[in-house]
């Protein structure tokens, strides 16, 4: 199974990024899942006040809204060839970190929101053709 295969077998409506629309809602849809997962992980392991509830608090900000400088850069390169094919393995990284987040113990929280966070500016990278898939 391939990587855009696996989005829309995790995210049912995942249309994967043949067109701006599509690449749009793919983004929003990847960042919303990730955002439930940390809503959820917050409500259960940081609720309240302190430093791990903020953490989570700024990554749900973060997955909130379209990274616009990051997007537009995206949106140019994808007028010029595929680009689909290059997002797709981030964007299943962080369905996976999302899967994981259940699995979260207190233990284990910092190391988990770092590598979300990594991910996260990964994806970015490459939205921005600063990263090849490796």
Do not use: W
């Not at 983004?27 to 006040?49: F, K």
């Not at 140019?76 to 259940?102: K, M």
């Amino acid at each position: 199974m391939d990587a855009i295969e696996q989005l829309q077998t995790k995210i049912s409506p995942f249309s994967g990024y043949g067109d701006e629309t599509a690449r749009a809602l793919s983004d929003e849809l990847v960042r919303s899942y990730l955002g439930e997962a940390l809503a959820a992980l917050e409500e259960r392991l940081a609720p309240g006040e302190g430093p791990e509830h903020d953490r989570i608090g700024e990554l749900i900000l973060r997955v909130a809204f379209t990274n616009q400088l990051v997007f537009r850069q995206y949106e140019e390169r994808a007028r010029t060839g595929d680009v689909g094919h290059e997002l797709a393995p981030y964007d299943v990284a962080i369905v996976e970190l999302a899967d994981g987040a259940n699995a979260i113990e207190p233990a284990n929280l910092d190391d988990y929101l770092s590598r979300v966070r990594d991910a996260l500016d990964r994806r970015d990278a490459a939205m921005g053709g600063r990263l090849g898939v490796s």
